[in-house]
């Protein structure tokens, strides 16, 4: 369980950045979620109120992957995973939202590996 006033000072920040980043039709919104164990990122329109993709280290393909690596590399693959599926939606321009989490670590790596994989910020 996470600390009380970690939580706090992260949900000040995410309500920080939310209030300069929405998704739009045209650039939806990525967000990260990061638990201690899993990472989770799923691709939002604002606009509509709708998740359009969503992909974690639990999903289908990527859980016997995400069990032997873990961590930043569970992480990259995760991101790559997700401009895979935003590929097959015809979403190539995307907004980053960090979800109050610092920019580094396994979150920078999921932004790394959905720009490696083909997502524009």
């Known amino acids: 369980m996470a600390n009380k006033r970690e939580d706090s000072a ?12 929405t998704g739009t ?15 989770y990122a799923q691709v939002i329109s604002d606009t509509r109120g709708q998740t359009l993709v969503a992909v974690s280290s639990l999903s289908k393909g990527l859980a016997e992957a995400c069990k032997k690596s873990k961590g930043v590399e569970a992480a990259k693959k995760v991101g790559l995973a997700l401009a895979e599926a ?36």
């Open 10 to 21: 992260r949900l000040r920040r995410k309500a920080r950045v939310r209030k300069k980043i």
């Open 25 to 39: 039709e045209e650039r939806p919104r990525v967000c990260v979620f990061r638990s201690n164990k899993h990472i």
């Open 86 to 121: 935003c590929k097959q939606k015809n979403i190539t321009k995307v907004v980053f939202d960090r979800n109050g989490f610092l920019y580094h670590g396994r979150v920078k790596a999921v932004a790394d590996g959905a720009r490696e994989g083909g997502l524009e910020f």
